[in-house]
């Protein structure tokens, strides 16, 4: 049975289906954003203890069960963990917004359908006989790429986490979760319903580390792919070490999103849209956030004053409060951050015209208000640099091509939006701007459609049939003339 009301003090990690103490005894304080009180506490690997974990993974692949078994059963297992995890879901998600400080109003509904796409709908890589002008034959067949390092930032981490878990263990691969130090709580509640479930050990191990032993996880020899969400700098150093190895990587990393506002667009309605699917994304934390918003130049006024009044009507507080729109960042030092930046803009000739400080009905927290700025151009650090929080940027343009040329002058392509009362004209204006995900008065993102960025925003895709084929190795046997496999 599993007990959330231990889940708070974890002085394990989690390897091999065992809670096993860590080699360094070393505990992390998990601290509230929104109280700034220590909560909890948990383990944290070191580098003796990615070996254990990725010896388990590495056993548990090469000699165990899980890889050898049928679709179905690894379904069945996969199935059955969801399960276990769906009456415990409400609790799940306000153990995570106790973490970072994320609504439970955004964050609710998560779970289940991660598991009903990956255990009932995925599309499998089709596996074929081709035949050859030789006569001979060659059959094509997917096979599970090995052990994944799992690398999980603290944003999303449940989304994000099973959205690595769960493709690479239904494909048959075994799995390293390594969260993040801001989240490490939650993640051991998933293993242990796996374990519950039927999982063989060593399948899933869950070690919590610091940068320096996550590296030497993407390091290690026994794993075959890492598969990582996070900040584009750290995806850059991760790619160069799976580089060097030729050691398959997937990277979801940062983006500076542009949602381009369309001059048939009803005003409050775009204005509700942009802000809560997109400048305000998970506490405005969310690497798809649409932080640069490009409104045509003669309503101009009119949609800033929109924007304006959908911002005095957020709700900024409590992250398990339902009502709340917005609650915290996920530490002080990301508060800081952000501040920063905001000075930094207006330093740079910037306007605030909305927030720009801190909650004055909320005495503790770390907690930004929503922050609208102008006065800027597509050269300002604010307009470059990722800064993950619930502050945004309104830019003029004159016409759909100087539009589309400021959404694609960014290093990032990651994701994007287009609003519009003619869904056809928004459809061609998408496909003009050089990011994975673009809506259309919409955010475009869901399981069952690949979401991945272009340029500095990632390598390869996560989620639908284009995800799940990310864990896969294709073989080529070569077959003689008139030979029918059975």
Request: hydrophobic share 40%.
């Amino acid at each position: 049975m599993i007990d959330l009301s231990t889940a708070y003090e974890r002085d394990t990690l989690f390897i091999g289906n065992e809670h096993v103490p860590s080699v360094g005894h070393e505990r992390i304080d998990v601290v509230s954003p929104s109280t700034e009180e220590k909560i909890g506490s948990a383990a944290v690997a070191q580098e003796a203890d990615i070996d254990r974990a990725v010896a388990a993974a590495r056993q548990a692949f090469d000699d165990g069960p899980w890889p050898r078994m049928s679709r179905d059963e690894r379904r069945a297992v996969v199935r059955r963990a969801g399960e276990l995890l769906r009456p415990l879901a409400d609790e799940l998600t306000q153990l995570v917004s106790r973490e970072n400080g994320v609504t439970v109003r955004y964050r609710q509904g998560h779970v289940a359908p991660f598991f009903d796409y990956h255990t009932d709908e995925v599309a499998w890589p089709r596996d074929e006989l081709r035949r050859l002008p030789s006569g001979e034959g060659a059959l094509v067949r997917h096979e599970p790429v090995g052990v994944v390092g799992a690398i999980v930032p603290w944003n999303a981490p449940v989304s994000l986490g099973l959205s690595k878990v769960l493709p690479a263990l239904v494909a048959g691969c075994t799995v390293v979760l390594k969260p993040s130090p801001e989240t490490p709580l939650h993640d051991h509640v998933i293993a242990e319903a796996f374990a519950e479930a039927g999982l063989p050990a060593g399948a899933l191990n869950v070690v919590p580390a610091h940068r320096e032993v996550s590296e030497y996880l993407v390091r290690h020899r026994g794993t075959d792919m890492i598969s990582f969400t996070g900040s584009t700098a750290a995806g850059r150093r991760i790619g160069a070490i799976c580089g060097e190895q030729i050691k398959r990587v997937t990277l979801e990393l940062g983006g500076k999103s542009a949602a381009i506002v369309l001059d048939d667009m009803d005003a409050a309605a775009m204005a509700a849209l942009v802000l809560h699917s997109g400048m305000l994304l998970n506490n405005g934390e969310a690497c798809m956030a649409w932080t640069r918003i490009l409104v045509p130049r003669a309503r101009y006024d009119e949609l800033l004053d929109a924007f304006c009044a959908a911002l005095a009507a957020v709700k900024v507080g409590d992250p398990l409060d339902p009502t709340t729109d917005i609650g915290p960042l996920v530490a002080e030092r990301q508060r800081d951050r952000v501040e920063s930046y905001v000075s930094n803009a207006v330093a740079d000739g910037a306007k605030v015209v909305f927030g720009g400080g801190r909650p004055k009905h909320l005495e503790r927290g770390w907690f930004v208000e929503p922050t609208l700025l102008v006065d800027v151009d597509n050269s300002m650090t604010i307009c470059r640099e990722e800064v993950f929080g619930p502050v945004g940027t309104v830019m003029p343009y004159t016409d759909e091509e100087e539009a589309i040329r400021i959404a694609n002058d960014s290093n990032y392509g990651l994701a994007g939006g287009v609003f519009t009362a003619d869904p056809q004209r928004g459809l061609e204006v998408a496909g003009k701007i050089r990011a994975g995900t673009i809506g259309v008065n919409s955010l475009g993102v869901d399981i069952r459609v690949p979401f991945g960025g272009y340029k500095d925003s990632g390598v390869g895709r996560a989620h639908g049939p284009e995800g799940f084929a990310e864990y896969f190795e294709v073989k080529t046997v070569g077959l003689p003339a008139g030979f029918q496999p059975s």
